[in-house]
């Protein structure tokens, strides 16, 4: 596992990746959140550019829902509690229908801190069972501590981190009120826990942070690995639409896919080379042409720790390879 010091440093260039690289939006303290409508019964919320602070609420990050005939179905949270209250009497304005379920994506703290207000609403909270390394790590507790100090009185000391109601195994599909949700567990991609959220009916899937439209994605110390076998999974599906963790829904969604997939396997052969050739990463990095990517947002705030990460995984994966 890699440090907390480049875990740290990762998490801050993936919020300035995002900075100036989509659409603005509305301010998070000007009041309602307003979703945006993507397919017949789905609806989502995208979160502003930038790095998460009182300022913005800490709003940064997108989640969305869907209303079914017999109540709604709720991806992600959003970054603190009064966004997940403004999202539920958007949800309200919406549909008077019970929201029923809340859906965790995976356990970061900009997708679920805004869970409380949604399990009062009576939400039923659903994850993976790999989030629990999240919790039992003492990740949850640090970042909460860290999110108390930096978006204060957005986060406080009434705050709570919870826990799933009830913990996935693998692929979950259920019905609810004449649709199919088709929760995909992806082999711990982005995070441990990574899941993705299709609505069969309306082909519209919810990707949380494994899908970045129209930009550099954020990789960090990601096992590319198995985000690229996610990257399949996602093609197979054939979505509609995808609504990303972070940024606009992507409607040219085979455009995005193929930019995301081969950016990764791009990181992964050109860094997997340098560990072969046991050159020093900064100097394995000046050689490669990155101009297929360089021209697209997040480029320069993303690509050197993106390749940093890939360049340490492929240290790890060489090294486990040498054991067998």
Same mark, same amino acid.
């Given at each position: 596992?890699?440090?907390?010091?480049?875990?740290?440093?990762?998490?801050?260039?993936?919020?300035?990746?995002?900075?100036?690289?989509?659409?603005?939006?509305?301010?998070?303290?000007?009041?309602?959140?307003?979703?945006?409508?993507?397919?017949?019964?789905?609806?989502?919320?995208?979160?502003?550019?930038?790095?998460?602070?009182?300022a913005n609420r800490g709003y940064t990050s997108n989640a969305g829902f869907v209303v079914t005939d017999d109540g709604v179905v709720v991806i992600d949270a959003l970054g603190t509690p009064p966004l997940?209250?403004?999202?539920?009497?958007?949800?309200?304005?919406?549909?008077?229908?019970?929201?029923?379920?809340?859906?965790?994506?995976?356990?970061?703290?900009?997708?679920?801190?805004?869970?409380?207000?949604?399990?009062?609403?009576?939400?039923?909270?659903?994850?993976?069972?790999?989030?629990?390394?999240?919790?039992?790590?003492?990740?949850?507790?640090?970042?909460?501590?860290?999110?108390?100090?930096?978006?204060?009185?957005?986060?406080?000391?009434?705050?709570?981190?919870?826990?799933p109601d009830l913990w996935l195994e693998g692929d979950t599909d259920f019905r609810m009120g004449g649709l199919t949700f088709r929760i995909v567990y992806t082999d711990g991609a982005h995070s441990p826990e990574d899941v993705m959220v299709f609505v069969v009916e309306e082909?519209?899937?919810? &990707?949380?942070?494994?899908? @970045?439209?129209?930009?550099?994605?954020? /990789?960090?110390?990601?096992?590319? +690995? !198995?985000?690229?076998?996610?990257?399949?999974?996602?093609?197979?599906?054939?979505?509609?639409?995808?609504?990303?963790?972070?940024?606009?829904?992507?409607?040219?969604?085979?455009?995005?896919?193929?930019?995301?997939?081969?950016?990764?396997?791009?990181?992964?052969?050109?860094?997997?080379?340098?560990? &072969?050739?046991?050159?020093? @990463?900064?100097?394995?990095?000046?050689? /490669?042409?990155?101009?297929?990517? +360089? !021209?697209?947002?997040?480029?320069?705030?993303?690509?050197?720790?993106?390749?940093?990460?890939?360049?340490?995984?492929?240290?790890?994966?060489?090294?486990?390879?040498?054991?067998?």
């Amino acid at each position: 596992m890699l440090s907390a010091t480049f875990r740290a440093l990762a998490a801050c260039c993936m919020v300035l990746a995002f900075a100036g690289s989509a659409p603005a939006q509305p301010s998070a303290t000007e009041g309602p959140l307003p979703p945006q409508q993507v397919s017949p019964r789905g609806w989502y919320f995208q979160g502003i550019a930038g790095m998460a602070s009182a300022a913005n609420r800490g709003y940064t990050s997108n989640a969305g829902f869907v209303v079914t005939d017999d109540g709604v179905v709720v991806i992600d949270a959003l970054g603190t509690p009064p966004l997940g209250e403004a999202m539920v009497k958007a949800i309200r304005k919406v549909t008077d229908k019970p929201i029923r379920r809340v859906i965790v994506t995976h356990y970061h703290a900009d997708h679920v801190y805004g869970l409380q207000p949604l399990k009062k609403a009576g939400a039923e909270i659903w994850a993976h069972r790999k989030g629990e390394e999240y919790f039992t790590s003492g990740v949850a507790e640090e970042r909460l501590k860290q999110r108390r100090r930096d978006l204060f009185d957005w986060v406080d000391e009434n705050t709570r981190v919870l826990k799933p109601d009830l913990w996935l195994e693998g692929d979950t599909d259920f019905r609810m009120g004449g649709l199919t949700f088709r929760i995909v567990y992806t082999d711990g991609a982005h995070s441990p826990e990574d899941v993705m959220v299709f609505v069969v009916e309306e082909r519209l899937l919810f &990707a949380g942070d494994l899908l @970045f439209a129209g930009r550099v994605p954020f /990789v960090g110390d990601a096992d590319s +690995k !198995g985000w690229l076998k996610a990257m399949d999974k996602m093609i197979a599906l054939k979505p509609l639409v995808v609504v990303p963790g972070h940024g606009p829904a992507s409607r040219d969604v085979e455009r995005d896919l193929v930019m995301t997939r081969d950016y990764l396997s791009y990181l992964r052969e050109v860094m997997g080379k340098a560990v &072969a050739d046991l050159e020093p @990463f900064d100097e394995a990095y000046a050689k /490669v042409d990155w101009s297929r990517f +360089k !021209g697209l947002p997040a480029f320069d705030n993303a690509n050197r720790i993106n390749a940093y990460g890939t360049y340490l995984l492929m240290e790890k994966e060489a090294f486990a390879g040498g054991k067998r």
